[in-house]
Each structure stands twice: as C-alpha cells, then as structure tokens.
C-alpha cells in the first residue's frame, strides 16, 4: 500500500530507458556514411583512436585489412555499404587502412609521439 509509488516509478524507469535506448539504436541505424560511421565510432567508444584500438585494429599491427574492417563494422552496427565505406577510405588502393586514413588528426599526433 505505502509503497504503490515505488511501482509507479519504477515502471515509468522503465519506460524512459526504454525510450533512451530506442532513439540510441535509430541513431546508430542512421549511420550510412563515413560521417555517420565516425559518429557511430565515437558515440560506442569515446572517440576514434578508442573505437581504432578496441573494435577496428584487433591485431594491433597499426592497420585494418579488408576482412578486419568489415568485421568491425559488423560488430559496431553500422548499417550503411561496408564496401563502400571500404573505398572511400583505402582511397590509395593499399589493401590496407591506418588510423591516419579514417582519423587523420588521430594519426598525425600518434604518430609524432
């Protein structure tokens, strides 16, 4: 009886991070582009270099194959053409991305460190 608020509460909780979760998906949904796809990067891990460490760059070796890459958006959620995104940013043809192609200011500093 005394605590009916608490259920109300609790229930309108709910609903509100149902709510929150629900617009973060459509957003991450709207993700088709390699604007998008930065956006997407650092609204799941902070910023680029993060998302480059934890999801893109798995081996560590300082750059994405094909196959990486595609993984890795895969894994993020991005609903966009993969291929390309691909060509947009192995814009040389090298097989091959850094973290200076999809984050050029990212790769310059890491880069003079």
Same mark, same amino acid.
């Given at each position: 009886?005394?605590?009916?608020?608490?259920?109300?509460?609790?229930?309108?909780?709910?609903?509100?991070?149902?709510?929150?979760?629900?617009?973060?998906?459509?957003?991450?949904?709207?993700?088709?582009?390699?604007?998008?796809?930065?956006?997407?990067?650092?609204?799941?891990?902070?910023?680029?270099?993060?998302?480059?460490?934890?999801? +893109? !760059?798995?081996? =560590?070796? @300082?750059?994405? /194959?094909?196959? *990486?890459?595609?993984?890795?958006?895969?894994?993020?959620?991005?609903?966009?053409?993969?291929?390309?995104?691909?060509?947009? +940013? !192995?814009?040389? =043809?090298? @097989?091959?991305? /850094?973290?200076? *192609?999809?984050?050029?200011?990212?790769?310059?500093?890491?880069?003079?460190?």
């Amino acid at each position: 009886r005394g605590l009916k608020w608490l259920t109300v509460l609790s229930k309108q909780h709910i609903k509100d991070m149902q709510s929150a979760k629900a617009a973060n998906d459509a957003r991450d949904m709207q993700a088709k582009t390699l604007k998008g796809f930065k956006s997407l990067l650092k609204r799941r891990f902070g910023s680029i270099p993060a998302a480059w460490r934890k999801c +893109l !760059d798995c081996s =560590g070796d @300082g750059k994405v /194959s094909k196959t *990486e890459f595609f993984a890795g958006c895969r894994a993020v959620g991005y609903s966009g053409d993969v291929q390309k995104l691909w060509d947009e +940013l !192995d814009a040389d =043809g090298s @097989g091959v991305i /850094s973290l200076a *192609e999809l984050d050029p200011a990212a790769g310059k500093a890491i880069a003079e460190f």
